[in-house]
């Protein structure tokens, strides 16, 4: 035999010194528990490269070099093709000898482990239906308890165990025994609790991947893996695999001979462990474990619906209070804060959460409020330290000593539930101290030394040892906290709400006053259009009388045009103020209806001869009033000038937007600009056009005159 083969010396002293057990690499132990066989093979070729326990006598004397699949007698390759044997893979072979062979790939090597079958003569079909009827019970099972008392017996029947605990996990990863089953002549440990030491951070992630663990003999000297230079070999997954030596001396201050842990996993945490103890010496098969690790499975799913049911119900229950609560904070009058409503329902408010005090606290001063509460200097100092957090996030703690320096202030009151809002108001839940009595296996703060950088020994003692936990109230759960932020949302919206209703209505009577505004406007514009209309009339027949009496002649003929020019304004602020709109019109519905007159005014050949093109422009009535002005001139320019000698001719009118600027054009086909005029109208015009912020042009029609007007819509 290679002397490298050869077992080395490996003992366990009396006093474990470990340091810093948090780092300790138990997934690299480097060696095996001695009842189970390791062969270590490449998985290109499957020869044997280094192996751990009694090789030599279970598979022959020439084990290292050897074909795995010929040690073993069966196809390896065939097992392991097409199947994932990453972390947390296993592939089990057919039974060699009286071992059960598991394949396992690590790192760059194929692992083979052999635990001894065992003498359990259960049949998988006997199992199977046990298993069933258990997992029937779990279902009937309503409350958790009535759920764990159960599973601890059954899991003591399916192991064999003298005890078996069902160990939860707590949120500071210290754990507690909620049910058990044990032999009677052993001391109980339900309801104690175990310090979080007790299972370092890396055992936790090694319960998740692998999810069963035992050790039929503690007192065991490992096996090594040979020969050297294979100790780094991870064997997280081989159920084989050494224990820690700190996690032996742990057991055995338990007075423990064999133990055995099934992890219970929901939603892909470590929810809990099955905890099985034994005062000698047992074997626990891979059979066995695997229907352990199917019941925890089944564990695992009920106790996720019993939590789950728990917090529907819970939820179901806080729903219904906001639905009450709803009404009153969405109704009038929420813009104007919390205290109405604490003085309405602050009784309602303080039992959803099952607060034993409720405060609104504002600008120094306690508004409203129910149940006790600490005095008002208090309340405001945490009010004002609340405000300088400069977090508008729900503030929530059990231990509000914790968070807040003077929270001695507050008395009896360390859990607090608190909302602050922008306009300086708090909402404020208080929980009396809920003085806690925990009885602890063994005294947990010898668990930990004092120096950081001390070696680490498992504790020695186990016996009861109870502790008087205080500064603490009952913890807010989850779905209480939930709860409070959807009311501080429907808080905030209800305001927001009010608010939006008092504008509207603020709008609303505004715009109520606007329109009677306008409406005395219009009719007193309508008044002083018919003052005008009627003024303008009398200087129109008078102007008709003077050209009478002065005969024909250029005098005449210069009464006539202003005659003409008057009535195009009298069209022009009649068209106007028939609009219903006094501050914004249509300009083209305007200026249609201005065309049209002028075409009556002007007889059947001019009428037949318009035409009009006006796009929809909306304008300011002031500006409207100038456009139809200038409109209208151009149009008796053109009736005047452009056709001399003629009875008529084609006049078009367009009216175009170009995003803020509008253009009118008036174009005929007739002498041009040799027919324009220089008179009294054509500087009228210019002054309108300047007045507007416009400009005018005239251009060849190619035949005939266009002028074109440009001007913006606004001001």
Not at 180 to 191: G, I, Q
Not at 261 to 289: E, N, Q
Request: proline share 5%.
């Amino acid at each position: 035999m290679d002397r490298s083969t050869a077992p080395r010396a490996f003992s366990l002293p009396d006093a474990v010194d470990l340091t810093v057990c948090d780092r300790e690499p138990i997934h690299i132990p480097g060696a095996i528990q001695p009842h189970g066989l390791l062969l270590v093979a490449d998985p290109a070729t499957f020869a044997v490269v280094a192996g751990a326990g009694a090789l030599e006598e279970i598979v022959g004397p020439e084990w290292l070099g050897a074909s795995l699949p010929h040690l073993l007698q069966q196809d390896i390759a065939a097992l392991v093709d097409g199947v994932h044997l990453g972390p947390g893979g296993t592939v089990l072979g057919t039974r060699f000898l009286d071992y059960d062979v598991a394949l396992h790939r690590t790192d760059s090597w194929l692992l083979a482990e052999l635990e001894p079958v065992g003498d359990d003569r259960r049949s998988a079909g006997e199992i199977l239906a046990w298993l069933d009827t258990i997992a029937t019970g779990f279902e009937r099972a309503s409350t958790l308890t009535a759920l764990c008392d159960p599973a601890a017996v059954a899991f003591r029947a399916l192991t064999g165990f003298d005890r078996v605990m069902i160990y939860r996990f707590l949120d500071d990863d210290a754990g507690r025994v909620i049910a058990e089953d044990r032999d009677r002549s052993l001391d109980a440990f339900l309801h104690h609790h175990f310090p979080a030491s007790d299972i370092p951070r890396q055992a936790r992630a090694l319960y998740v991947r692998n999810r069963t663990r035992a050790i039929p003999n503690i007192t065991y000297a490992p096996a090594p893996i040979r020969p050297a230079g294979f100790d780094t070999i991870d064997l997280s997954d081989v159920a084989v695999r050494s224990v820690s030596p700190i996690h032996l001396q742990y057991l055995r201050n338990m007075g423990v001979e064999a133990s055995a842990s099934i992890s219970i996993v929901k939603d892909g945490m470590l929810w809990g462990l099955i905890a099985c103890h034994h005062h000698s010496p047992r074997l626990l098969p891979r059979s066995i474990r695997a229907a352990c690790s199917a019941l925890a499975g089944g564990l695992a799913r009920q106790i996720r619906a019993k939590e789950e049911a728990d917090d529907y119900r819970e939820r179901l229950t806080l729903r219904g209070e906001e639905d009450l609560l709803r009404p009153i904070l969405m109704a009038d009058g929420a813009e104007a804060g919390l205290t109405p409503v604490v003085k309405l329902r602050g009784d309602d408010l303080r039992r959803m959460f099952g607060a034993d005090g409720l405060a609104v606290v504002d600008q120094g001063r306690i508004t409203a409020a129910s149940g006790a509460f600490p005095d008002v200097a208090a309340l405001t100092a945490f009010a004002d330290w609340l405000e300088d957090r400069d977090d508008r996030a729900l503030f929530s703690t059990r231990e509000l000593a914790t968070e807040w320096r003077d929270a001695a202030r507050f008395g009896i009151f360390t859990g607090v539930l608190a909302m602050r809002f922008d306009d300086g108001q708090s909402l404020v839940w208080l929980r009396a101290e809920q003085i806690e009595e925990v009885e602890w296996a063994g005294n947990p703060h010898k668990a930990i030394p004092h120096d950081p950088g001390a070696p680490l020994r498992p504790r020695q003692s186990f016996e009861s040892w109870r502790e008087q936990v205080r500064g603490r109230s009952r913890r807010w759960t989850l779905e209480q906290l939930e709860a409070a932020r959807r009311l501080q949302r429907l808080i905030r919206d209800g305001r927001i709400a009010g608010d939006l209703r008092r504008l509207n209505r603020e709008l609303e009577r505004t715009g109520l006053e606007k329109d009677a505004a306008l409406a005395q406007k219009d009719l007193l514009m309508r008044e002083v259009d018919h003052r005008v209309q009627n003024s303008l009339q009398l200087v129109s027949s008078f102007l008709a009388i003077q050209a009478r009496d002065v005969g024909p002649g250029p005098v005449a003929d210069h009464l006539t045009e202003a005659r003409s020019r008057l009535s195009a304004v009298a069209l022009v602020h009649r068209r106007l103020y028939r609009d219903d709109q006094i501050e914004t019109i249509h300009l083209d519905r305007y200026l249609a209806e201005l065309m049209e007159d002028l075409k009556s005014s002007l007889g059947a050949d001019w009428a037949r001869e318009m035409t009009l093109d006006l796009a929809p422009v909306l304008i300011p009535t002031d500006r409207a009033v100038n456009v139809g002005l200038i409109a209208a001139e151009l149009v008796i320019n053109a009736t005047k000038y452009a056709y001399p000698g003629r009875g008529s001719g084609a006049i078009d009118v367009v009216l175009e937007q170009h995003r803020n600027r509008l253009r009118l054009v008036v174009a005929d086909r007739g002498v041009g600009k040799s027919g324009l005029g220089e008179g009294f109208g054509s500087r009228m015009m210019a002054a309108v056009v300047q007045r507007i912020g416009g400009e005018i042009a005239y251009l060849d029609n190619e035949p005939g005159l266009r002028a074109v007007l440009t001007a913006p819509i606004t001001e």
